[in-house]
Nanobody, 124 residues
Framework: QAQLTESGGGSVQAGGSLRLSCAAS????????IGWFRQGLGMEREMVAV???????YTTDALKDRFTISRDNAKRTVFLQMNSLKPEDTGIYYC??????????????????WGQGTQVTVSS
């Protein structure tokens, strides 16, 4: 069972940046696709970006100009760099793991293990 822990959330002003980290237990990041999701207040959870176990990346079209997903060389931490943040980026950001075997890019329902989330607040 994969264990995921997010960190790096906080409060920033519009136009600022944050880098979120998702630390994965054991060989999770090697054997699973790791994705970032977010959920604003009263909103449905949405996919932000996914890092393929073998190195491919997927980012939602609406965010790819500002958000970048990456992974460290040890393959244990997946990052989400968020630039030019806007108030509408406010929400809880979660990382999650989908099995390597699912079709690419995975859908939200493919993600079996979830972290507890980290709050991002962007003020205008």
């Amino acid at each position: 069972q994969a264990q995921l822990t997010e960190s790096g959330g906080g409060s920033v002003q519009a136009g600022g940046s944050l880098r979120l980290s998702c630390a994965a237990s054991g060989n999770t990041a090697r054997n699973y696709h790791i994705g970032w999701f977010r959920q604003g207040l009263g909103m449905e959870r949405e996919m932000v970006a996914v890092f393929h176990a073998e190195g491919r990346m997927y980012t939602t079209d609406a965010l790819k100009d500002r958000f970048t997903i990456s992974r460290d060389n040890a393959k244990r931490t997946v990052f989400l760099q968020m630039n030019s943040l806007k108030p509408e980026d406010t929400g809880i950001y979660y990382c999650a793991a989908a099995p390597f075997s699912v079709p690419w890019p995975p859908s939200m329902s493919n993600f079996l293990f979830w972290g507890q989330g980290t709050q991002v607040t962007v003020s205008s």
